[in-house]
């Protein structure tokens, strides 16, 4: 059975931008830390990722319906509970 990995919350991090971006993705745009949490593991990764997460959802570039859709179908392939 595979060993599924934590992801770290806002505040747990010691970079600070690190805690920030995960704040936003908490009570912002995202509305959910966990995936970002994850992928802040590695701090420069989620510093790269965010802006282009950004720039696709929260500018509206993917419809919201479509956006749904996408973390849905992520959520089912990774069994996860979202």
């Given at each position: ?22 704040e ?45 859709l ?13």
């Amino acid at each position: 059975m595979a060993t599924r990995i934590e992801p770290i919350k806002p505040g747990e991090s010691p970079d600070p931008e690190v805690n920030q971006l995960l704040e936003d993705a908490k009570n912002g745009w995202w509305a959910d830390a966990n995936m970002f949490g994850l992928i802040g593991r590695n701090p420069q990764n989620l510093k790269t990722i965010v802006p282009v997460f950004v720039s696709f959802f929260a500018e509206g570039k993917v419809e919201p319906h479509l956006h749904e859709l996408m973390r849905l179908k992520t959520g089912q392939i990774n069994d996860c509970a979202y």
